[in-house]
């Protein structure tokens, strides 16, 4: 079976960065895309980005430009997301999941929590 | 990129229907059929509803169905069940490989 496990929570300050892995298992590392979600507590998903293990090709949402890096290691059939400069709205939890067509997600990670704080 | 606009909360008793609206523009819902729609109980990750506007994935209750019309995409959810109270998104394709969801609604079974 599909499954994305996720690393565990983080405590970060300020200005910090961080980096949230998703480990995936059940299928073909490469066939699908992965894409991260985010939702602050009580708040709405947004989305951030995606990126294909393929091609390595990526795309991030404008309001992320420049504060997100999207890698991946396809010997460990793993994707990470790094967010930099961090600021307390970015307290978070964050979820990775795998779209198909690039527009709907089917599998979703346990999700990991990010707390920003001085 | 600016959200979808969906209700804040609805409510329905069991056995009834309600539908859930998801409100974007030409560049979006209306732009494309790719609206999919995901129910998020407390603490949980989301959990794909319905894609491509109206397509069920295996395991989804038929009672559970998806529709779109101009900019306005819509979540109908007929025969109501205590287990349907949950968070719901939408979410669609916005073009140059870019994604929005919508706000949320909050699904209230009386």
């Known amino acids: 079976q599909v499954q994305l496990v996720q690393s565990g929570a983080e405590v970060k300050k300020p200005g910090a960065s961080v980096k949230v892995s998703c480990k995936a298992s059940?299928?073909?590392?490469?066939?699908?895309?992965i894409n991260w979600v985010r939702q602050a507590t009580g708040q709405g998903l947004e989305w951030m980005g995606w990126?294909?293990?393929?091609?390595?090709?990526?795309g991030y949402a404008q309001k992320f430009q420049g504060r997100v890096t999207m890698t991946w290691n396809t010997s460990i059939s793993a994707v990470y997301m790094e967010l930099s400069s961090l600021r307390s709205e970015d307290t978070a939890v964050y979820y990775c999941?795998?779209?198909?067509?690039?527009?709907?997600?089917?599998?979703w990670g346990q999700g990991t929590l990010v707390t920003v704080s001085s | 990129q600016s959200a979808l606009t969906q209700p804040r909360s609805v409510s329905g008793s069991p056995g009834q229907s309600v539908t859930i609206s998801c409100t974007g523009t030409?560049?979006?819902?209306?732009?494309?059929?790719?609206v999919s729609w995901y129910q998020q109980h407390p603490g949980k990750a989301p959990k794909l509803m319905i894609y491509?506007?109206?397509k069920r994935p295996s395991g989804v209750p038929d009672r559970f169905s998806g529709s779109k019309s101009g900019n306005t995409a819509s979540l109908t959810i007929s025969g109501l069940q205590t287990e349907d109270e949950a968070d719901y998104y939408c979410?669609?394709?916005?073009?140059?490989?870019?994604?929005?969801f919508g706000g949320g609604t909050k699904l209230t079974v009386l």
């Open positions: 999941a795998t779209f198909r067509g690039g527009t709907y997600g089917v599998y």
């Open positions: 030409s560049s979006d819902v209306g732009g494309y059929n790719y």
């Open positions: 979410c669609s394709y916005a073009g140059n490989y870019t994604l929005v």
């Open positions: 059940g299928y073909t590392f490469t066939s699908y895309d």
């Open positions: 990126m294909d293990p393929n091609s390595g090709n990526t």
């Open positions: 491509d506007v109206n």
